[in-house]
């Protein structure tokens, strides 16, 4: 079966920085895999995405340049290396599985909260 | 970015009515790689659709995706008590990957 469990989320300061790990279990960590956020009481949004040989990523706008995807398949983990993170970075960060026939995001962790706050 | 926008946001229906719930995007979606997701409170979201109208391991023939190009549809054939929620579409067919804004179903 497959599990996804998120860790690294906590309370930082503006400007600081914070790295989240997404463990992956039950099933071959082959796919491509996304980092998805949803501020609080608000909707869904995409964030970054990685290649199953990590060579290729992609991110929003929002977070270029700030924020580093990667993983290590060796240990079936998922990362997300956020830097000089905004309060408007606030969210619920989900890592999700890509599916075996595309890109939709099939299988998704249980979220860990990220509050950016002085 | 393709921008995919939610129609309409909060639909009012009672159990055993058919919900149809509406995502156009700004762009054509191509290969119809188009998902749709269901979150309730507290939960990560769940994926129900993809390709448009491929229905996800495990998910009831109630849920049903249509659609092309830029108009795609979920319907629920007859509401559950626990279909109660936001459903999200999203695009997977070029980069930024989106998301609507969602559709929250509530009960009448």
């Known amino acids: 079966q497959v599990h996804l469990v998120e860790s690294g989320g906590g309370v930082v300061q503006p400007g600081r920085s914070l790295t989240l790990s997404c463990a992956a279990s039950?099933?071959?960590?082959?796919?491509?895999m996304h980092w998805v956020r949803q501020a609080p009481g608000k909707g869904l949004e995409w964030v970054t995405v990685?290649?199953?040989?990590?060579?290729?990523?992609y991110y929003t706008d929002s977070v270029k340049g700030r924020f580093t995807i990667s993983r290590d398949n060796s240990k079936n983990t998922l990362y997300l290396e956020m830097n000089s993170l905004r309060p408007e970075d606030t969210a619920i960060y989900y890592c999700?599985?890509?599916?075996?026939?595309?890109?939709?995001?099939?299988?998704w962790g249980q979220g860990t909260l990220v509050t950016v706050s002085s | 970015e393709i921008v995919l926008t939610q129609s309409p946001g909060t639909l009012s229906l009672s159990p055993g009515e058919r919900a149809t719930l509406s995502c156009r995007a700004s762009?054509?979606?191509?290969?119809?790689?188009l998902a749709w997701y269901q979150q309730k409170p507290g939960q990560a979201p769940r994926l129900l659709i993809y390709?448009?109208?491929s229905r996800a391991t495990g998910i009831p023939d109630r849920f049903s995706g249509s659609g092309s190009r830029t108009d795609f549809t979920l319907t629920i054939s007859r509401l559950e008590p626990e279909d109660f929620a936001v459903y999200y579409c999203?695009?997977?067919?070029?980069?930024?990957?989106?998301f609507g804004q969602g559709t929250k179903v509530a009960i009448k």
């Open positions: 999700a599985r890509a599916g075996e026939y595309g890109d939709y995001l099939a299988h």
């Open positions: 039950g099933f071959t960590f082959s796919n491509a």
């Open positions: 990685v290649s199953s040989d990590g060579r290729n990523k």
């Open positions: 762009q054509t979606v191509t290969s119809a790689y």
């Open positions: 390709g448009a109208s």
């Open positions: 999203q695009q997977y067919s070029s980069s930024p990957r989106t």
